[in-house]
């Protein structure tokens, strides 16, 4: 008997391999079957990451497996009949029924493509666990500027056809941002999207961005994670995300991911993970045509693919992921070029704008926020330093600075070099931004009058601005008209944690305790954290009942709804195990 940890992954599995159900001990450090551990040298970390990412059954015990495959037979090709197999007794195969009820068998469907709701299901355990991890950060005016190009990209793939209807109402299309200093963007199952800060900060206009997202955006239209799953359809899809999980370990620590993929595996683990040179032509393809359809230069595809190429000669070291998924070859290189060439579009200049840049200087600092490299930001911003650097470089450098200064706590030099900044003539949706920062220099030093002074700046259709004016009128006593903005806001983004905490926040400074805590169940909600929205939900519950001040009928009303759609879809992401 073999018993399944969580601790030490000893996943017990089964496939169907030409007839025969074969067994496997995943936890062992040997073939049993045909196939060796993803994880079985991850220690606690990868261990605990891909148990609690695919939501693994709690331990059960399984029988005693078949003897491992026969010597010299490869770790990531089934073989014919499993080695303990009789030749010609059907009597002697096993079947489901004779298996312990303990072991839950995964559905492997057939080698047809993964459904789309069965992949959004798999994408929302993924993210599930990418909004616990601490690098994940949901930075409002980064996010806001990464959201506008991928709305524009997303309404120009359905406008070209790329994007039925069907599939833009089952997928997600979110981003989630990672506070990492690689240069990394990957597509998930059920349209989610991970952008590393590192790749923001690089990237020298809003074209070459919308390049990369253009281009993760058509391996998810074109269904190329479904296809690349059903050529080996015997594979379930809670290894297929043991893969993507190691994937994004090795976006953080290169090192560490061989911990959750390495062994006799590994060459399989990459032919499923990257995608094949078809499927990158073909997403280099229809993400230029969507590109430049949303507007964006077509320069942006070439310049961005001259910086992944200059990384490729200086012999990658780990800071450009991107490359170990997405190979750039001298065929993709050419093939784009052409194209900028025959392109209809009109071939203006790949310029970065005030806008990009501070924006980029902003996913930098987040992406390092270490005490060193914060105090590199003042040294670079210095007199002399700076006036080495051309007049949109200062720009950058200046608004770093002023928030780097912010994070030291040194609110003289933070004041200093904003002012320094405002005298640079700023374009609107740079001036917006410079705006922002000085009001969240006011907010820090408690200058809550010079703050709301500057409310009216404060766009409440702009979500960063929209969650700046909320705090501002929360904390100057104008709970109410924060609590109705972000109300409104929710009304078409019932999805936004960061909202619903604001709209936590501002009921609570109002009394309003029960509606609070329901605010903050949504939070978890929105995370896909079910058990502990359920939790608070109760909670609300409890106030209700003991009458808690600013409670009505129809918050209760609202709180007891809520729980039980909260316990359905508790439910079905247990069935879904």
Known sequence: MHTL???DIRFAHCCHADGFIVFYDMQLNQVRGWWRSVAARSGRTGAALLAAALAWPAPAQ???VPASAPAGAPASTPPSTPPSAPASSEAAVPTPDTLPAAVPLPNLGDSSEMSPVVERRLGDRIARELYQDPDYVDDPVVMEYVDGIWRSLIAAS???GEMSDDLYETYAWQILLGRDRTVNAFALPGGYFGLHLGLVAIVSSRDELASVLAHELSHVTQ??????????SAQAPWLIGSMIM???AAGRNPQGAQAVVMGGQAASVQSQLNYSRGMEREADRIGFNVSTQAGFAPQGFVSM???LQQSMRLNDAGGFPYLRTHPLTMERIADMQLRVQQSPVARRPDLPTQEH?????RARLLSNPDVDALRLWGQQAEPAALARQPEMTRIGILYGATLAAMHL?????AEATLQRLQSHPLEPQALRLVTMVGIDLALAQGQLTRASLLVPWLDVHQRASLLMRAQINTLTGRAEDAAQDVRTWLADHPNDPLAWQSLATAYGVQGRTASAVRAEAEVNAAQFDFAQALVRLGAAQDLVRKGAPGTDYIEASIIDTRRREIESRLKEQALAR
């Not at 840049?357 to 200087?361: F, G, M, T």
């Not at 706590?409 to 030099?413: E, G, K, S, W």
């Open 5 to 7: 940890h969580e601790r």
């Open 62 to 64: 399984v029988d005693a």
């Open 158 to 160: 359905r406008a070209r």
């Open 223 to 232: 269904r190329h994670i479904s296809r690349s799953m059903a050529r080996q």
């Open 246 to 248: 190691g994937l994004l």
């Open 305 to 307: 693919f001259e910086k």
């Open 357 to 361: 840049v501070i924006i980029a200087a």
């Open 409 to 413: 706590h040194d609110y003289a030099r």
